[in-house]
């Protein structure tokens, strides 16, 4: 399970309704996710919670986390599960996902345009064909997206569908 592409300042839409991280599958099986956690360096967490229901995806499934799942409000962004609460700094941040015992899974340490993309409205997107929890913690494999998700809204990316190719 890995971050494939987020976006961490969105521009159509405020911060506290826009904002969205895209997890990818890796494994050959299906994972539950449901009580895992995302965290950041600075102690800031949230479990990722669905009364008992699970948050389930197959292999190679795109899933999409974020703080609205209202799509009147958070800009028509498919978000398949919303969280409150953790907030993805428009500089320097993280992205840590954890299992419930706390073991990391992947970790994305993102900076403030020196090595990453840092572009208002557009997400940071991890390029199509390196797709492994060792490749997204080098900022030269991801690239500000490109393509709109919807045609009401100017921003970028790709939540919940495969990455663009970077150039
Ligand atoms: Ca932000
Ligand atoms: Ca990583
Ligand atoms: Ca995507």
């Not at 494939?4 to 997890?23: C, N, Q, Y």
Request: glycine share 10%.
């Amino acid at each position: 399970m890995i971050v494939t592409e987020f976006m961490k300042d969105p521009s159509s839409v405020a911060d506290t309704r826009g904002e969205w991280i895209e997890l990818y599958n890796t494994l050959p099986w299906r994972v539950n996710i449901e009580g895992w956690v995302l965290a950041d360096d600075s102690g800031s967490q949230v479990v990722l919670s669905n009364g008992g229901l699970g948050l389930r995806l197959a292999p190679g499934q795109y899933f999409v986390v974020g703080n609205s799942a209202d799509t009147t409000l958070n800009g028509s962004v498919p978000v398949q599960h919303a969280y409150s609460g953790f907030v993805l700094g428009n500089g320097a941040d993280q992205i840590v996902l954890q299992k419930p015992n706390g073991l990391v899974v992947d970790r994305v340490a993102y900076d403030d345009g020196v090595a990453w993309p840092d572009l208002a409205g557009r997400s940071i997107s991890l390029t199509r064909n390196l797709h492994d929890a060792f490749s997204n913690d080098d900022g030269a494999q991801w690239c500000p997206s490109t393509t709109s998700w919807n045609a009401s809204n100017p921003d970028t990316g790709t939540p919940g569908f495969e990455n663009e190719l970077c150039p």
